[in-house]
């Protein structure tokens, strides 16, 4: 009973280098989220996707993609890694409206 | 616009007493409301949330939380605090039909022994 996987757990990169950030789910969620959690600023939202094939932005997209071409995965790519992407982040789904959030463990990226 | 303020960044309580977490919202209706809690290195947990019906509401591990309207405000309450309860704790609301929920900034909690 996996629920939501994130991997990596840690991740060190230096600046300029791309990479992926996985998240898997295994509840047939059709919604799933991307968050950075950074001290005094709580969760905000970087990208979403309300099922395969439909991604959005949210409030903070500059640097990320996204891409959603299962129900189960949805990652996020950073392009060129910068500082200031050094963060916790979360990847969170749910059954849609009305309904609280699964959140997976979290991917702790520096940024050097 | 739409928005979920914690007022209070930390707070500190000692072991077996009581707590309560403060949560106001601005939405334009009652939203579903949420608390979650986040301990170290950990994602986020449901704690209990409100929909409609009775405005108290009881969650997991002791943990309780009351809707008033008239304030705008989701508090959540414990009678008696243990070590094991230092975490960070965020509310959030889901306004109607949405699908993504509005985070506070999160309390963090701190146990003194």
């Known amino acids: 009973n996996a629920g939501v996987t994130q991997t990596p757990k840690f991740q060190v990169l230096k600046t300029g280098q791309s990479m992926t950030l996985q998240c898997a789910q295994d509840m047939n969620h059709e919604y799933m989220s991307w968050y950075r959690q950074d001290p005094g600023m709580g969760l905000r939202l970087i990208h979403y996707?309300?099922?395969?094939?439909?991604?959005d932005q949210g409030e903070v997209p500059n640097g990320y993609n996204v891409s959603r071409s299962t129900t189960e995965d949805f990652p996020l790519r950073l392009l060129s890694a910068a500082p200031s992407q050094t963060s916790v982040y979360f990847c969170?789904?749910?059954?849609?409206?009305?309904?609280?959030?699964?959140f997976g463990q979290g991917t702790r990226l520096t940024v050097v | 616009a739409q928005s979920v303020t914690q007022p209070d960044i930390h707070i500190t309580v000692s072991e077996g007493a009581s707590l309560e977490l403060r949560c106001n919202y601005s939405?334009?209706?009652?939203?579903?409301l949420f608390w979650y809690v986040q301990s170290p290195g950990q994602g986020l947990q449901l704690l209990l949330k409100y929909f409609s019906g009775d405005t108290l509401v009881q969650g997991i591990k002791g943990f309780e939380a009351e809707f008033k309207r008239s304030q705008s405000s989701f508090n959540l309450r414990k009678p008696s605090v243990h070590w094991s309860d230092a975490a960070e704790y965020f509310c959030a609301m889901l306004p109607g039909g949405s699908y993504i929920p509005t985070f506070g900034r999160g309390t963090s909690l701190i146990v003194h022994p």
């Open positions: 996707s309300v099922g395969a094939g439909i991604t």
């Open positions: 969170a789904t749910s059954t849609g409206s009305y309904t609280e959030a699964f």
């Open positions: 939405y334009g209706a009652t939203p579903y």
